[in-house]
Structure formats: structure tokens, C-alpha cells
């Protein structure tokens, strides 16, 4: 029996900067948020394709085949309609690079290039998460909705009707038309402020100017990319895709754009990433430097500047004294508090329930967070601008914090629900905070409390080796006590902790390797995470293999490839084989399930970072061998 969902890597993403939408191969919008990521959904089809609300233009029929690209070097998606009677295509992008405010709108270009073909376009927004009525108005120039706090305008150059379908949430609009060869028409949806009064939709010139504006906007962004190297346009994609996650007035970046999208269909493993991540910060830092986008990793570290300066101006309440003086993530805007809520309305991406908004884990104390923060101000510190005294006055406060606090449990990097432990990756990124922060008061002469955080430093060197490190296994683990696995391990090698040869390292990255049935995490190349069945996280279920683990593999096996082929080959092959695992368009969520199928939140920050220092340091490495 058909679904009425699409599978989640049917789709591609279109945004402005402020938010994005996902727009499926059959022709329908199935979630957009507006004004900015992190608000309300006003289409949401892909969490409930009865109640949701979507935007929909299609050939008319179903006797028709499509596919979908993006116009080279930029970010405008183009879905193709091969029908019987010809071929149809729809343009859909977000105005940007033009003069004046920010568009907020999203325009919807339909074309024939051959033959005749009939269209069928249906708009149904569903306010708040499909929680709020609307009224439908249509006039002169479209339709107008207006739900509470926010109204939208469809300008439409055909004549729309109220659909016959009666909906809880309110109407939606309809229309039938057909386009001959050479002809196109524009559909324009935009948010409508106060003072606003509803347009006609572009003429063919307009249009035609907008298209060529976004154009050249995203070509002149990507002829910044210094990357030269193999798979350039793989790196390309991810970078587009980092720039369409980036929130531009604070230049946080979301993990994605998406919430609630399942880990495993019909499990309750579904969480909101319209946030940002202090644990991205370095690996965003690394990764947009890396290819020549400094002005994005100088505008994120300026939100992380922010949070840092926030923290030492106000402290922190004593009922968050537990969890540190920062949060491991916090809103686009800033803000601290994110709850979390379900949405029972809702029956979730092919009934995966329950729909989550907000996080709870921003409550969570992980102490890795600081050795991320610490990594990327060292990289920016050293690639674009020196650390400030005035800043490093806050930083070293949060490394004095970190001194005194390393040695407590938490719910480390995954954000476990079933209680602290003592993580090693935890503690080694605790190792990597002090060692950043004494290579930086060493190479700018700051004043610090060396000899301690010395001390500390080496301290939790020597504990990870003792209590991090299983001799039967022959791998680092990932809790002291405990014989499971953890591919966050993985990373011991890039954040030089050791070297990618050390014998504990290749044996970890060999025991990681193996299947789960022989004790690893990896199947084919895919990695998971850990082993929920061996290591309960207190939630049910199982999940996929996680994308960027995948790519953290690839990037220890090209380290230890410096000293060994036979390592550099695998790294190669694994690397080139989990391109194939990426959808039509060249993006990954968050998971491969167990029929290769895309599995959480899509497009993930997370692993298109990930695949760009993988691609970087391995290509870097292929041509050093080549040199020899």
C-alpha cells in the first residue's frame, strides 16, 4: 500500500537565511517555518499529510515521472515533470541578493520547455503547527490567509477557488490550468506584515529579474570556495547547504531544519534541531575555513563570542549551577530557554509519535561543550583574528570553571536520557579546552594560571588512559566502568589528543570497525553511534547509522593513512562509497536506516560538516602520497 509521505530523501531545501523549506520530488512544500527557523510551521504535510498544510504544484494526473537538481552553484531547486504530453518544470527558491529588506518569500516558477501540460497547484497553510484556524480570503491578485500573528499572500496569475475539502484548520485555495510550450507562469507566497497590502504576483520580467538576481547572489558566494580538490562538488553542496542553515542577523547555524523527523519509523526517538550547537562550533570553524568562507566561521564565532560575554557579564543562576556556566545549545536568537512539548495533534512522519518541539536537553550538562568552544576560538585565533584580552578574560573563566568541574558525570555528546555518566569523550574534550587554552596563552603571551591548568590537563590525560581504555577489548570506551563502544572515539586522532597511529588508536579504530554481531559498530562502512542494546540511553527503540560518524571513520583511517597505505586505500573507498549514501541533490540527514533510506532530522548541519574535513584532509593526503 502507497504512502502518503514522502520518503525524507525525496526532498531538497531552498531559504533566505532566516529559514528554509522542503520541497518533495512530487512538486509539494511539506514544511516551512516562518519568519525564521525556529517559528511555527505553516506547511508541516511531512509530520501529518491530513492536518499539516502544504504548497502543491504538479502536472495534473499521475502519468507522469520527475526529478530534481539545483541549478549549478546555487541554492534555487529545480523539480522536472517528464508527462506524456510534454515536459514541465518548477523553480523554487527564496529571494536573496537583491537591494532593500530581506524577502520574505518564496517564489515558485512553473515552465514548459516541450509540448503541453496540464498543472494542478493546491495551498493549505496550517498555522502554529496545524494548532491554529485561519480565514482564507481571495481577491484580485490571489489568496490571502490570515491565521494568528502572521498573514500570508499567495499571488497567483490564475484564478484560485476555496478547496471543496473542509479542513479543522481552515481553507485552502485550489486551481487547474495548463501551459504550452515556452510559457511560464510565477507563483509568489510571502509573509504579509502589518502595513503590508497583497501584490499581484511578478510579471515575466520581474521574475525573470528575481531568478537572476538569486543566481548571481549564490555564484558569487561560491566562487569563494579556495577548495580545488577532488569532489569539489560534493564539498560545494555541503558548503551551500551550511550557508542555507546559517541564521543570518546572529550567524548562528541550526543542526537543521527540521523537527521531529524519526530516527527509526514509528519510534519515539524524534527531537526538534532548530537550534544551534555550541558543539558545532569548532568543527564549523575547521570546516568553512578549510575551504575559504571566513566571513561565516568569523560570523559564528562572533555568536559564540556572544554567549561566552552573556555568561560573564550575568553569570548564571544557582538553579543552573549544576549544569555549568554555558548551555550546550541555545535558540538562533540567542535565548536560553527552549521547552519542550509534544504535539498529540499530530500523528507524525509516517505515525512516528510523539511530534517534539523545543529541547530538553538544553538543560543537560555536557562538559564537552567547552573543549569545542576552546578548539574554535584556537582556530580562529589563529586563521583569521587574535583573541581579544577582554575575551579572553571570559574564556579563561570558563577554563578555571572547567578545572574545578571536569571530574562530575554528565549526559555527554549524544544526550542520554537515562542518567550521568563519566563519558570519555567527554573527558577528552575536557583535554582538549585546557590544551587549547595553554597553546593560546602561550602564543599570545596571556596571563594564566599555567601551572594548574598544566596539572589539570595532564591529569585527565592520565585518567582516560587508565579508566578510558578496556585491555580486553583493546578500545577505548565509552564510559568508565562500562565495554561499549562509542564512534565519538573516533575523533581522539583529529583533535590531537593521539597520534592516528598509536597502537590504542588503530585497535580502537579496528574494534570500532567491526560488525555489530562481532562486538563494533559498522556495517558496510556506516557507523553507528553506539549500541543502545548494549549501552540503554533511556529511551526505547533503535536507530540508523549516524552519517557523520561514517565520516569521522573515513578521517582517522586517512590520519593513520600518512603511515600506512593499506589505511589510506580504506579511507578512500569508505569515503567514496558513502557519497552513494547521500540523496538525489547531495544532501544527508542525520541517519542511513536499514534499507539505505534517510532516517532524522534533513538536511544535518552535523554531517555535511563532517563530510568537508573529510574530503579536505583526505584529498590533502592523497596528493602528499602522489608527491613523494
Known amino acids: 500500500?502507497?504512502?502518503?509521505?514522502?520518503?525524507?530523501?525525496?526532498?531538497?531545501?531552498?531559504?533566505?537565511?532566516?529559514?528554509?523549506?522542503?520541497?518533495?520530488?512530487?512538486?509539494?512544500?511539506?514544511?516551512?517555518?516562518?519568519?525564521?527557523?525556529?517559528?511555527?510551521?505553516?506547511?508541516?504535510?511531512?509530520?501529518?499529510?491530513?492536518?499539516?498544510?502544504?504548497?502543491?504544484?504538479?502536472?495534473?494526473?499521475?502519468?507522469?515521472?520527475?526529478?530534481?537538481?539545483?541549478?549549478?552553484?546555487?541554492?534555487?531547486?529545480?523539480?522536472?515533470?517528464?508527462?506524456?504530453?510534454?515536459?514541465?518544470?518548477?523553480?523554487?527558491?527564496?529571494?536573496?541578493?537583491?537591494?532593500?529588506?530581506?524577502?520574505?518569500?518564496?517564489?515558485?516558477?512553473?515552465?514548459?520547455?516541450?509540448?503541453?501540460?496540464?498543472?494542478?497547484v493546491e495551498c493549505r497553510p496550517a498555522f502554529d503547527y496545524a494548532r491554529a484556524g485561519h480565514q482564507t480570503h481571495i481577491g484580485e491578485h490571489g489568496a490571502r490567509f490570515d491565521g494568528p500573528g502572521l498573514s500570508l499572500a499567495l499571488a497567483s496569475p490564475v484564478p484560485l477557488q476555496l478547496s471543496s475539502a473542509s479542513h479543522r484548520d481552515g481553507a485552502g485555495v485550489v486551481a487547474d490550468f495548463t501551459l504550452g510550450e515556452g510559457e511560464k507562469v510565477t507563483f509568489m507566497l510571502r509573509r504579509l506584515r502589518p502595513d503590508d497590502r497583497q501584490r499581484p504576483c511578478p510579471g515575466t520580467g520581474e521574475a525573470e529579474d528575481l531568478f537572476r538576481e538569486t543566481v548571481s547572489y549564490w555564484q558569487r558566494w561560491t566562487a569563494k570556495c579556495t577548495y580545488a580538490g577532488r569532489w569539489r562538488e560534493v564539498v560545494l553542496r555541503s558548503a551551500i547547504?551550511?550557508?542555507?542553515?546559517?541564521?543570518?542577523?546572529?550567524?548562528?547555524?541550526?543542526?537543521?531544519?527540521?523537527?521531529?523527523?524519526p530516527e527509526a519509523i514509528g519510534g519515539e526517538r524524534n527531537w526538534d534541531y532548530r537550534y544551534t550547537w555550541i558543539r558545532d562550533a569548532a568543527f564549523t570553524v575547521y570546516g568553512l575555513l578549510r575551504i575559504g568562507?571566513?566571513?561565516?566561521?568569523?560570523?559564528?564565532?562572533?555568536?559564540?563570542?556572544?554567549?561566552?560575554?552573556?555568561?560573564?557579564?550575568?553569570?548564571?543562576?544557582?538553579?543552573?549551577?549544576?549544569?555549568?556556566?554555558?548551555?550546550?545549545?541555545?535558540?538562533?536568537?540567542?535565548?536560553?530557554?527552549?521547552?519542550?512539548?509534544?504535539?498529540?495533534?499530530?500523528?507524525?512522519y509516517r505515525g512516528s509519535r510523539p511530534v517534539r518541539i523545543g529541547n530538553a536537553a538544553h538543560r543537560q550538562l555536557q562538559l564537552?561543550?567547552?573543549?569545542?568552544?576552546?578548539?574554535?576560538?584556537?582556530?580562529?585565533?589563529?586563521?583569521?583574528?587574535?583573541?581579544?584580552?577582554?575575551?579572553?578574560?571570559?574564556?579563561?573563566?570558563?577554563?578555571?570553571?572547567?578545572?574545578?568541574?571536569?571530574?562530575?558525570?554528565?549526559?555527554?555528546?549524544?544526550?542520554?536520557?537515562?542518567?550521568?555518566?563519566h563519558f570519555v569523550y567527554s573527558k577528552l574534550m575536557c583535554w582538549v579546552a585546557l590544551d587549547r587554552s595553554l597553546r593560546l596563552a602561550d602564543k599570545r603571551s596571556l596571563p594564566a594560571d599555567r601551572a594548574h591548568w598544566f596539572k589539570v590537563r595532564d591529569q585527565i590525560y592520565e585518567e582516560v588512559m587508565a579508566k578510558g581504555w578496556h585491555e580486553r577489548r583493546g578500545a577505548f570506551i565509552q564510559a568508565y566502568?562500562?565495554?561499549?563502544?562509542?564512534?565519538?572515539?573516533?575523533?581522539?586522532p583529529l583533535v590531537f589528543f593521539m597520534a592516528p597511529a598509536d597502537p590504542r588508536m588503530v585497535s580502537t579504530v579496528d574494534a570500532i570497525r567491526r560488525p555489530m554481531t562481532a562486538g563494533g559498530l559498522a556495517a558496510d562502512g556506516l557507523v553507528r553511534r553506539y549500541n543502545p542494546a548494549v549501552t540503554p540511553d533511556g529511551l526505547p527503540g533503535r536507530e540508523g547509522t549516524f552519517n557523520m560518524c561514517s565520516f569521522w571513520l573515513v578521517e582517522a583511517l586517512t590520519?593513520?593513512?600518512?603511515?600506512?597505505?593499506?589505511?589510506?586505500?580504506?579511507?578512500?573507498?569508505?569515503?567514496?562509497?558513502?557519497?552513494?549514501?547521500?540523496?538525489?541533490?547531495?544532501?544527508?540527514?542525520?541517519?542511513?536506516?536499514?534499507s539505505g533510506e534517510a532516517l532524522g532530522n534533513f538536511p544535518q548541519a552535523f554531517t555535511h560538516l563532517a563530510l568537508i574535513s573529510a574530503a579536505f584532509n583526505l584529498d590533502r593526503a592523497l596528493g602528499s602520497l602522489r608527491g613523494r
Open 481 to 492: 566502568g562500562s565495554e561499549a563502544l562509542d564512534a565519538a572515539n573516533l575523533l581522539m
Open 241 to 261: 547547504t551550511l550557508k542555507l542553515l546559517s541564521f543570518e542577523p546572529s550567524g548562528a547555524i541550526v543542526a537543521a531544519p527540521t523537527c521531529s523527523l
Open 1 to 120: 500500500m502507497p504512502s502518503h509521505y514522502q520518503p525524507i530523501e525525496n526532498y531538497g531545501v531552498i531559504g533566505n537565511m532566516r529559514t528554509a523549506a522542503l520541497v518533495g520530488m512530487n512538486g509539494s512544500i511539506d514544511w516551512l517555518c516562518l519568519p525564521h527557523f525556529d517559528s511555527p510551521s505553516v506547511f508541516a504535510a511531512i509530520l501529518d499529510h491530513r492536518k499539516g498544510g502544504r504548497f502543491w504544484i504538479a502536472p495534473a494526473g499521475d502519468n507522469f515521472r520527475h526529478k530534481q537538481f539545483y541549478w549549478p552553484d546555487t541554492a534555487i531547486l529545480v523539480t522536472r515533470f517528464l508527462h506524456d504530453e510534454g515536459v514541465g518544470e518548477i523553480e523554487d527558491y527564496m529571494p536573496v541578493g537583491g537591494a532593500g529588506a530581506v524577502r520574505e518569500e518564496v517564489i515558485r516558477r512553473v515552465r514548459v520547455v516541450r509540448g503541453r501540460v496540464p498543472f494542478h
Open 368 to 421: 564537552d561543550i567547552y573543549g569545542e568552544l576552546m578548539d574554535a576560538v584556537y582556530l580562529h585565533n589563529k586563521y583569521v583574528e587574535p583573541v581579544s584580552y577582554h575575551d579572553w578574560v571570559h574564556l579563561r573563566g570558563l577554563v578555571d570553571w572547567l578545572c574545578d568541574n571536569w571530574k562530575q558525570p554528565d549526559e555527554g555528546v549524544w544526550e542520554v536520557r537515562g542518567g550521568r555518566q
Open 559 to 594: 590520519r593513520a593513512g600518512h603511515t600506512d597505505r593499506a589505511r589510506l586505500d580504506d579511507a578512500r573507498l569508505l569515503f567514496e562509497q558513502m557519497l552513494g549514501y547521500a540523496n538525489h541533490l547531495g544532501l544527508y540527514s542525520e541517519q542511513t536506516g536499514n
Open 293 to 348: 568562507f571566513t566571513e561565516e566561521a568569523a560570523r559564528f564565532r562572533d555568536w559564540l563570542e556572544h554567549r561566552w560575554k552573556v555568561h560573564g557579564e550575568t553569570g548564571w543562576s544557582p538553579s543552573r549551577k549544576d549544569n555549568g556556566p554555558l548551555q550546550l545549545m541555545y535558540g538562533i536568537d540567542g535565548r536560553t530557554e527552549l521547552p519542550e512539548e509534544t504535539l498529540d495533534h499530530l500523528e507524525g
